[in-house]
Structures are given as C-alpha cells and as structure tokens.
C-alpha cells in the first residue's frame, strides 16, 4: 500500500491509506505500508529504500495517494516499469487527466460541456492590464482562479468581477508557475463515479452526489471537504434529465480520458445543463470521501470497494 507524497495533499493521503490498510487487513491481505515523504523519500518501517527494495515480492501496489506524485503519473510509470499490477489509470491517461488545461483540450473532441478557460503562465505577467481586458471580453463576469495541477480545491480563488480580477492574479502569479482563468457558473454542485467491472458492467455509473457547503463558503472549498460541515446527499436532488446528463458526461470523461478501474467526475449543473470541472483519477478514500457514500448508496461497503479495486488491478 503506497501513501503519501509530495504534494499539497500529502495528509490526506495518509488517512485515504489508513482506511485502506484496515479494510485489506479486515479482507485477509497481508499489507506493507509503504510512505513515500514530501521530499520524494520511499519508506518501509521507517528506512529508506529504493522504489524497486519497496516494492519486491508486491503482488498489487494500491495507490492511496493524491495530488502530484500520486495522481500525474509518476507512481504509475515506475509500477510500469517494474511490471507490477497497482490501482487506479496508466501513467499517460493519469498525466493527462491531472492537467486540468489539457483534459478539458482532449473534452473539446467529445460532448461534454465546459467552462470558458485560459491557461496562464508565468511570462503572461508582463501586462497584467492586457490579460485582465481580453480575459473580461472574452468571458466573465465572475472567475474561478486555480492551479493547473492540485487536487482538493487547493489554491483555488473566486473573484467576483473584473474589477477584482488583476489583484487575484497578481496572488497567483506569485505563487504558481502555471494556472488557470475560468468562467465560474453558479449552480449545484455535484460529483459522479465510474467504477469498472462490477455487477457484469464494463463501466457501471454510480449515483450522482449532490453537494451542498456550509452558508459560510459559496463553493466546496479546501477547508470543509474533509470538515463534515458539507452536506452530500446521494443520491442527488437533480431532474430526470439532469441525473442522466450527469451519469453520461461522467462515462464520457472516463472513456475519452482512457481511464481505468475506477473515476470520478466533478460538475456544476445549472439550469438543466452539466459542466464538467475536472477529474479525479485516485479519488479520496477517506470516511468523509464522495466515491465511498456513492458506493454505500448502491449497497457496495468500503471493504467491498477496496476488495473489488485490489481484485480487478492489473498490469497497465
């Protein structure tokens, strides 16, 4: 079992990977925890080793990390490398899917809708008043400011009107080499799994969740997904025809992103439309994570899901 990392989410790894040990030693397995530090450190029983050491006799690596590290790619291709069967996409489709500029390039291809975007970069500083004035012609009112690749909600900024707009960004210039402008759309917010192989479906859709922050934050924030101050209903309080928008644009994301085993898709549905906002290829495990409820939902335990993920990993 592979946890930790060095990325943003590095804590909530170790928990995703706590949970996953006690359902794997509750299922029979026999375990090693595996901690990778947030220098990049591969750990067994507190020594260092090297990624091939950590990983000899493995018969299945379960990946419980997230973030960079865990979700772009990289654990992946040394699993790859080493022939061993782990959880979760290939290295290419996980580095795709963690660049939110690049998967919503390959969506353009497919019927999902997206958010009006720019991808920014450090050198598009030079003339801030210029990027602010095509930016606002282009799309807006309001914006949604974030990293190109994190997870979590981290570094994530809402402003509210141009006006508002050049400050953000000189915030987040300061603090990322790469991010992204997007249109923001209110509505509700709502997630949607894909789980492959079970119950005689190559691709089986799990219930739509429909997310509801606290009265004190206007988007699921960082600070209460892991707070219990969201309320998740699932399934979801959405039409007919939005849940089925839902489930298909989900099934669309995890087939054009060629994912594999598992996915889950975050969205806005506004208006009897669903936009797509990004994908999660290793989503959270923890007691407080979205794919568990919606497993739960359809009567499929946390043990289960873990048992069915480790049984159906393969060498990608």
Known sequence: MLRGGPSSEYDVSLVTGAGVLRALDILGYHTRDIMVSKRGEWLVDGQVKTPE???????????????AYGEDGTVQKICERLHIPFTGSNSFPSSIAFNKDTTKRVLQNYPVKVP???RVRKDDNHNLTTLVNAVASSFGPEYVL?????????GVVMVQSEAELETALVSMFDRYEEFMIEERIRGVEATCGVLENFRNQTLYNLPPIEIIPPTSHDFFATDVKYSGETTELCP???SFTETNALLEAALAVHQALNLSQYSRSDFIVRGGEVYFLEVNTLPGLTAQSLLPKAAAAIGLSYN????????T???N
């Open 116 to 118: 009006k975007h720019v």
């Open 313 to 315: 990993a393969r060498v």
């Open 304 to 311: 289960q899901l873990i048992g069915h993920l480790v049984c």
């Open 146 to 154: 974030k990293p190109t690749m994190s997870g979590s909600s981290h």
């Open 53 to 67: 050491s950590a990983l000899s006799t493995t018969d299945v690596v379960f990946i419980a990390m997230h973030g």
């Open 236 to 238: 979801g309080r959405f």
